[in-house]
Every structure is written in C-alpha cells, then in structure tokens.
C-alpha cells in the first residue's frame, strides 16, 4: 500500500506499512467512507505529525490518545487545533502551565505547528476518529502502529523527552528505553485532572533543561 508519508518516517516504518494489520486499518477508514461516515482529520492530515516533525529531528515527543472528533479540530497534531478554532480544555491548561512556567502569554490561537516544526512529535495513539464519537478508531490497528513508532524512536535515537500525561500515556513507558532517554510524567491536562500534578509539573522547562544538558538546542514554546 502506497502511505503519502515524509520520506524518512517512510524509510523508519517501512516494514510496518507492509502488516495485515496496517491493511486492515486502510480498509477499515475506506469502509466508513464508504457508508458515509465522518472520519477526522481528513485524509491528507492523517500523517501529519510525521510530515511536520521528521524522523531525525524528534527532540521531544507529547503523545496524545485520539485526535479531537469535533467539526475542524482535528489536525493531525496531539492536543492542537488549527487556527480560528477554539482552544479545547485541555489546551487551555496546556497554555495555563506554559505561561506559569516558563513565562509565556496565552497564544492567541491553539496551532502547535511551531513546536512540531522545532521536533516535537506531537502524536495521538490514534491517528483517526469517527465524528462526535471519541476513541471510535482505538481498537481498528492504530495503536500497534503508533506504539511501534515509539519503540523505533527508543531504539534509533537518543537523548528524546517523552512527556506522559495521564495514566494512558504513562502506560507506554514500557516501550521506552528509560536509560536513554528522560520521562516526564504528570497528570493529563483535562479539566477532570489538571488540578492533580499537572499544573505546577513545569515540564516545558525541563524539557530545556535537559535538552541543553545534552548540547540541544531548547524548543521556543512561543507560537
């Protein structure tokens, strides 16, 4: 199957994208298509992640667990909506932490394209979703492709931060190799838990702590 992916994440998954499983997943979104179903995002930002933040310049991964299932949210990005479009709750905190952290005033809008860009792999651990209905893809093959992409980065590279919020993305500590790379770990930012370690977390500060320990250049979180 033909995936429209940035070349060196094509190069990294390629044995992946030849799995029954990955197949399954492309027959199962060209079915709900098919019967007429809303899928999110659409089609040409599926892989966006991938496309914004290439494989050799992850510094810093957010994971995420399903993309927004509102009209013209999702983007492809973990936690990010494109501009003009409200900020969802949980990237209000976002914006809340990173302002009492490392200074910053709210953005104006919600685009998290800029940190991608820097190499913040901003990846859900589903790629899709059914409008209106949240983790409607989990099951469907995502979560083995997703999960994949966190070992090769484990196993390839070095020096990344993952930054696992919620006991969902904790779950996935078991696929990083924690002796070469650092874990941050707090609560999800939603309005249900923010209030149970993840403000006051400082992770955007961390990040560039560490980053700059090993001779890294820190992300600007500005947007």
């Known amino acids: 199957?033909?995936?429209?992916?940035?070349?060196?994440?094509?190069?990294?998954?390629?044995?992946?994208?030849?799995?029954?499983?990955?197949?399954?997943?492309?027959?199962?979104?060209?079915?709900?298509?098919?019967?007429?179903?809303?899928?999110?995002?659409?089609?040409?930002l599926i892989f966006n992640a991938f496309d914004k933040t290439p494989f050799d310049k992850v510094k810093v991964v957010i994971l995420g667990q399903d993309p927004y299932h509102g009209p013209k949210q999702a983007m492809g990005l973990s936690f990010s909506?494109?501009?003009?479009?409200?900020?969802?709750?949980?990237?209000?905190?976002?914006?809340?932490?990173?302002?009492?952290?490392?200074?910053?005033?709210?953005?104006?809008?919600?685009?998290?394209?800029?940190?991608?860009?820097?190499?913040?792999?901003?990846?859900?651990?589903?790629?899709?979703?059914?409008a209106g209905e949240p983790m409607s893809h989990s099951k469907i093959g995502w979560h083995t492709f997703t999960n994949c992409v966190i070992q090769t980065l484990s196993n390839k590279k070095e020096h990344i931060v993952f930054l696992l919020w919620g006991k969902f993305a904790q779950e996935k500590v078991e696929l990083i190799n924690t002796k070469k790379h650092h874990i941050l770990k707090a609560a999800h930012p939603s309005p249900l838990s923010a209030h149970n370690g993840f403000f006051g977390c400082r992770h955007f500060s961390k990040t560039n702590t560490y980053l700059m320990k090993q001779n890294l250049d820190p992300i600007d979180w500005a947007l």
């Open 1 to 44: 199957m033909n995936v429209k992916i940035e070349s060196s994440w094509k190069t990294q998954l390629k044995d992946e994208f030849k799995k029954p499983y990955f197949k399954n997943i492309a027959e199962h979104l060209k079915t709900e298509k098919a019967q007429g179903k809303v899928i999110y995002p659409p089609g040409p």
């Open 81 to 130: 909506v494109p501009k003009g479009i409200p900020e969802p709750p949980s990237l209000v905190n976002i914006f809340k932490e990173l302002q009492d952290d490392v200074g910053i005033p709210i953005p104006k809008d919600g685009d998290l394209t800029p940190w991608a860009l820097q190499g913040v792999l901003l990846l859900n651990a589903s790629l899709t979703v059914r």
